[in-house]
């Protein structure tokens, strides 16, 4: 690490905006105010109904976090493979009293396919963004990013339809055939930047105390090797060295952030590999993350903030076993940890059963009594298997949704809030106006 | 009497047809190469230096290796992003040829390297070009590469997320273990049930990650069609590509029914889904 005058002088170059390469970067938001004086954009405004609360990214800008009214943007590796990770961020709002919408209108940032297939190209996934953007701001909700990787992939694409003429009247053309336009938020904000701007709210809500387990953290490669600018910073996480989240939330919990010497590297999902060159990311899972983990920081859990290092990091562990290596880290995203201090069901909301490598040890570390939660949770799927209807986080979706994006009584295009629209009210699951 | 002389004596046995064909490795150790693939090459060349992105990502290289300390595909692979970056920005039409068959699809597109770089190449990105250019143009290689992805592709095309939970199949995802594929052999009850215990609605389902409604999908399908992701998967594979197109007559046919059923509802709204027509 760096000492503090050393610190300091890095934080000072960042103010400068250049990146170790002394390359000038410039702030991509100074340029669409000025693309939308010229009427070829529309920015998607934070305005005071979000409960924006500010933070610093790595050159020390300012970034508004919005922490109301959220439109979810899922991630389809999340909600494929390890739900919990979904139900816990929607739990922790409704528990914090946020609105926010989880529609069927939306599709995934398919840069996970890009990434792993090449099978698309850049209009196409700036036309993708584009459309998920602009429903989120028919709706008047802010977009919330569940993903590293979509967080990443919608930074570069909103960069590359601020900076390139042909690719921004191309996708332009392509969403008004389908009645939309071109709508940039005023910042592409991460789930993890939402969670640490509710510490405090978080805080006040624990449950369990943590302060004896110990989290290493992996920090998703997507969320700041991307665009590096627009990721978070703060001084009082790792010096500014790296990036504050999701570190912050488990400082700020309690718990003891352990440090390994492979932090830097990746997980291993790989986007192809984690498909069909499992062995790859078994290996480098294990023995580049894993064990260093466990055998220099003796972690009880590893906590991360993307889909593909959750997936990876956690699956990749059973078969480890065959060459005696046991570890069985549990891996949780940072908000299933959270939700747990908060007293969330460890089955119902944080879907822990999804997880390969076990979590019971970890509860009870937190004080948790997972074997009654247990006893619950399997009573519970033989009455759904019964046919009683399951308990939601939020009103279901009308039926005509099923078809339709439909208009929730929004008027385009937005200027100021003279007409809220439906939000889920939290807690109790009925549609409000 | 010199060591030589003490050294097995291998004598040329081929017959005349075989001496006459080229060596299947030149001493290059690149492949041997048909007429019609060294055309091909020359093609993907020119294509791969006319991307405007080219300019935009090849910078220049020390040769420093910075970019490969930090590679995670370098530690298992006999692949280097400097190795890469210098084919890119020095490689002549045989050397980015051979980097096509295999090379480019073990990068992970972690970013690492371009983090690293201090000349600001984007290495990760110009791999990717690298790609595009290989499905786009069939080559057999990626083919069998990309073979295995046909579900989750159809997935993506057809309603916009990459998995769905009845993709973890426990005999595929074996080595995840009992636990993580909601297999019924643990929790006694059928994947569509444990769906069903997620507290999300449009998560419960199996054959998605979420539902999409029909008017998204459609939505996301205009978009492959206008962008040229359909003709560059139609060049991968043909009959996939065919039912992909027939899916999505098929919602088509749905969406215009639903127009139908819900006219009177549809009439007060206004945005897209007033304008949409599918
Ligand atoms: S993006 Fe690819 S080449 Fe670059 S470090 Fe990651 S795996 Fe290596
Ligand atoms: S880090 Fe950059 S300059 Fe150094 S070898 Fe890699 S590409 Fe070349």
């Known amino acids: 690490m760096l000492n503090a005058a050393e610190i300091k002088k890095v934080l000072e170059e960042r103010t400068q905006r250049q990146r170790g390469t002394g390359k000038k970067v410039t702030d991509v938001r100074e340029e669409m105010l000025r693309l939308e004086e010229k009427g070829e954009l529309l920015i998607h405004r934070i305005r005071p109904e979000n409960r924006p609360v500010q933070m610093q990214t790595l050159f020390g800008w300012n970034k508004k976090i919005p922490t109301d009214r959220l439109w979810h943007h899922k991630s389809c590796g999340q909600c494929g493979n390890i739900p919990g990770y979904p139900s816990s961020l929607l739990w922790v709002m409704n528990q914090t009293g946020r609105r926010y919408l989880n529609e069927p209108h939306q599709t995934s940032c398919t840069a996970w396919n890009y990434h792993g297939t090449a099978t698309s190209n850049p209009v196409a996934l700036a036309a993708v963004a584009a459309r998920n953007f602009h429903r989120a701001y028919e709706t008047d909700h802010f977009p919330l990013v569940h993903c590293g990787t979509s967080f990443g992939d919608y930074k570069e694409m909103r960069k590359l339809l601020v900076e390139n003429a042909e690719v921004r009247h191309k996708v332009r053309e392509v969403l008004r055939g389908m009645g939309r336009d071109l709508v940039l938020p005023e910042e592409i904000v991460h789930y993890s930047e939402w969670v640490q701007a509710m510490a405090p709210e978080i805080v006040a809500r624990r449950r369990f105390d943590v302060s004896a387990v110990v989290a290493t953290v992996h920090e998703p490669c997507h969320y700041y090797k991307m665009v590096p600018e627009d990721a978070v910073y703060d001084e009082a996480v790792y010096g500014g060295q790296r990036p504050a989240v999701p570190t912050g939330i488990l400082l700020s919990l309690g718990a003891r952030v352990a440090d390994y010497s492979t932090w830097y590297d990746c997980c291993g999902f790989g986007f192809r590999h984690i498909l069909s060159e499992r062995e790859f990311s078994r290996s480098f899972a294990n023995l580049r993350k894993i064990r260093p983990m466990v055998e220099e920081a003796h972690a009880d859990v590893a906590i991360t903030s993307d889909t593909g290092c959750v997936t990876t990091l956690d699956k990749s562990q059973w078969i480890g076993k065959a060459h005696g290596q046991s570890y069985l880290l549990p891996v949780l995203a940072d908000v299933q940890f959270a939700a747990l201090a908060m007293g969330a069901h460890p089955y119902k909301i944080a879907q822990v059963h999804w997880h390969a490598s076990p979590v019971d040890h970890l509860l009870e570390k937190m004080g948790i009594d997972w074997r009654s939660a247990k006893n619950e949770f399997m009573e519970y799927l033989k009455a759904l298997k019964n046919g009683t209807a399951p308990e939601l986080l939020h009103a279901p979706r009308a039926e005509i949704e099923q078809y339709f994006a439909i208009n929730k009584g929004q008027v385009l295009p937005v200027e100021e809030p003279s007409v809220a629209s439906a939000s889920v009210s939290p807690g109790n699951g009925r549609v409000s106006s | ?278």
């Open chain 2, 1 to 278: 009497m010199s060591v030589v002389a003490h050294l097995p004596h291998r004598s040329l046995s081929l017959t005349e047809e075989e001496a006459a064909q080229p060596p299947s490795m030149e001493l290059t150790g690149r492949r041997r190469m048909s007429p019609a693939d060294r055309g091909l090459s020359q093609t993907l060349y020119e294509e791969f230096h006319q991307d405007p992105r080219y300019h935009e990502y090849v910078l220049g290289c020390l040769n420093c290796g910075e970019c490969t300390t930090g590679c995670p595909a370098a530690r298992f692979y006999d692949f280097s992003p400097r190795e890469m970056l210098q084919i890119a920005a020095t490689g002549d039409a045989t050397t980015l040829w051979d980097a096509l068959q295999e090379k480019i699809w073990s990068c992970c597109q972690c970013y690492t390297c371009n983090m690293r770089c201090r000349f600001g190449n984007d290495i990760a990105g110009i791999i990717s070009v690298m790609r595009e250019l290989s499905v786009r143009h069939g080559l057999e290689a990626t083919r069998k590469t990309l073979a295995p992805f046909g579900r989750s592709l159809t997935l993506l095309m057809t309603v916009g997320t990459q998995v769905s939970a009845d993709m973890i199949q426990p005999d595929f995802f074996r080595d995840w273990g009992p636990f993580a594929t909601g297999s019924d052999q643990v929790w006694g009850v059928s994947p569509e049930v444990m769906r069903k215990a997620i507290p999300l609605d449009v998560l419960q389902t199996t054959r998605s990650s979420w539902e999409v409604s029909v008017q998204t999908s459609l939505e996301l399908f205009r978009i492959y069609e206008e962008t040229g992701v359909l003709d560059m998967l139609r060049g991968l594979d043909p009959d996939l590509t065919e039912m992909l197109v027939d899916i999505i007559e098929e919602r088509r046919e749905e969406f215009r029914e639903a127009r139908e059923k819900y006219r009177d509802e549809l009439i007060t709204m206004k945005g897209p889904v007033a304008s949409f027509e599918g």
